[in-house]
């Protein structure tokens, strides 16, 4: 008990945001258009100024490294299997199928980085960032070339290209990597720079996340929108704390890369699902049903696994 306490407060902060972006939403402030915007502005800059002076200047994590890229690796491998097979199960047509893919396999980076750090703090932005600089372009690649394969990614694969080589917090994260290792560093005039515009980040992301949600999709989704949302709420905590016991990972990576595994979709899957011919609908319900769940699912298995 003392344990689901300690979780639910930390996370606390983080899912109040999304409620009150969702809040925002209702109220339509400070406008429909700026969120979007504003999304993108984070997406673009301030995330990515995070992810840089925090790699930059603190001592990335080694030990472990090696079974820890292995165990995301398989456990990726695992659901991407377990999902595709799902939806054959649930006769899921080729748009249908796309987005219930995606539902399954891909992860809310906002929701992850800043439970994580909530929970660790610099120990969780860290194997946070190594967890992000791995699953990004793998999740991208798998998501993309399903949609290819469906017939649906006419232009799949050039977006697949672009969307790898100025993804910005891949970019992000190599910088600060390279900064790191090479002993440069990140220079000193722009430590305080960076520090404004991080501190802005997740808060901003968070709430951009909560006025995301569509609410009125809840609705629509039927067997698909449940398995997807039983998928990746459960099924994939569960598989990666079992390879994480197995592969005997280090406590402190096992315990963030768990909050990584328990967050909801992401919601930059809706616009893929339109750009690419996906179910849009069923997509927009999947990422507001998962997130709202999430709120629950979290901490009970963070405090039970972690």
Do not use: H
């Amino acid at each position: 008990m003392n344990e689901l306490l300690t979780v639910t407060a930390a996370l606390g902060p983080v899912f109040a945001l999304v409620v009150i972006g969702v809040g925002l939403r209702w109220l339509r402030f400070p406008s429909l258009e700026f969120w979007p915007l504003a999304e993108r502005f984070t997406y673009y800059l301030l995330f990515p100024s995070l992810l840089v002076l925090k790699i930059s200047t603190t001592e990335l994590p080694v030990a472990g490294v090696d079974s820890v890229i292995l165990a995301l690796l398989l456990v990726l491998a695992a659901m991407i299997l377990i999902t595709l097979l799902c939806g054959r199960w649930l006769g899921l047509g080729q748009a249908a199928s796309s987005s219930f893919f995606q539902g399954g396999v891909r992860f809310n980076t906002y929701v992850g980085l800043a439970a994580a750090t909530e929970l660790f703090g610099e120990t969780g932005l860290l194997w946070g960032a190594l967890f992000l600089g791995l699953m990004i372009p793998l999740k991208n690649i798998a998501c993309v070339v399903l949609f290819v394969l469906l017939g649906n990614g006419r232009s799949g694969w050039g977006a697949l290209f672009r969307s790898l080589f100025t993804n910005p917090l891949i970019l992000a994260c190599l910088l600060g990597a390279v900064l790191n290792l090479s002993g440069l560093g990140m220079p000193a005039p722009l430590v305080p720079v960076l520090e404004l515009l991080s501190r802005a980040a997740l808060p901003l992301g968070l709430l951009a996340v909560g006025f995301g949600l569509e609410l009125r999709a809840l609705k629509s989704g039927g067997s698909a929108l449940w398995s997807a949302c039983l998928l990746k709420l459960l099924i994939y905590p569960l598989l990666f704390a079992g390879l994480a016991v197995l592969l005997q990972l280090p406590d402190q990576a096992r315990a963030v890369l768990l909050v990584f595994a328990a967050v909801p979709t992401s919601p930059a899957a809706y616009i893929l699902a339109r750009q690419l011919g996906g179910d849009a609908p069923l997509m927009a319900a999947i990422i507001t049903v998962q997130t709202l769940l999430a709120m629950l699912t979290m901490p009970l298995l963070l405090a039970l696994l972690g």
